[in-house]
């Protein structure tokens, strides 16, 4: 897991690791862009799934989406989509929550997953990796890419917080003391990491973004940022980036 794994092409952040598909972590400057226009930028043709995204651990696959009975989009923190000889783009945005991009180098099948740290603590990045088992994936043959999000060393949150999320793994990573006596501060993709290698997928078969969404302004959207920087914060973040994949 080092910064090599990692590419700019034409402004958008891409993973080595998923050298196999269509796939990018997209920034501010593509702002106010949505999956329905982000999704010419990775194939020509076919079309682009995603959930309306409540920091659950709920996963959806892309003909569910396809199927819903009204407008309205279905709760879900991930999609997820199999080969049907359609190209198809499964999304997820965020803030300072983690995207993470999933494929599977033999049948193809991919996944997108937003994992703040409440859908971390419900497990939803191994979740995704069952699904995909479920389906016939296996774990040699998964690849995941961890986008960029808030790091370890900015990540201020309560004990409570931090608890409910190391709960899930059985080695104590990811948390280091902070200034404030009652808080700590938390390494979301360190812990899905581990979640990941308790889960029996290989270390080499994940990477990590070198890049934290508060720190690199220039480049990202941070709802922490904003939050400090407004008095009367919205509840949710009003700008986000976002992440997708495909197949095509």
């Known amino acids: ?97 983690v995207p993470v991009l999933i494929g599977d180098r033999r049948l193809g099948s991919v996944a997108a997953v937003h994992a703040g740290w409440r859908g971390t603590a419900a497990g939803i990045v191994t979740k995704a990796i069952e699904t995909l088992c479920d389906q016939g994936s296996e774990l040699k043959d998964l690849r995941v890419a961890l986008g960029p999000a808030i790091s370890g060393q900015v990540y201020q949150v309560s004990q409570d917080v931090a608890q409910q999320v190391t709960a899930t793994i059985s080695q104590a990573v990811g948390v280091q003391p902070d200034e404030h006596p009652e808080r700590v501060k938390l390494d979301l ?44 914060p919205l509840p949710r973040a009003p700008q986000v980036q976002w992440s997708g994949i495909a197949i095509a």
């Open 1 to 97: 897991m080092n910064a090599n794994q990692w590419q700019w092409r034409d402004n958008v952040l891409t993973c080595d690791l998923l050298a196999d598909w269509r796939h990018g972590f997209f920034t501010r400057s593509h702002a106010p862009k949505l999956p329905t226009d982000l999704h010419n930028h990775l194939v020509t043709s076919g079309k682009a799934y995603r959930a309306k995204q409540v920091h659950g651990n709920r996963l959806i696959h892309a003909d569910e989406i396809e199927t819903a009975p009204n407008t309205n989009l279905p709760e879900a923190d991930g999609v997820w989509a199999t080969c049907n000889g359609i190209n198809r783009s499964v999304w997820v945005c965020t803030a300072d929550c």
């Open 189 to 232: 993709r360190q812990v899905q990491v581990q979640q990941l290698q308790e889960l029996g997928l290989p270390t080499e078969n994940v990477a990590i973004a070198p890049y934290c969404t508060l720190q690199h302004e220039e480049i990202f959207f941070s709802y922490r940022r904003y939050f400090l920087n407004n008095p009367n």
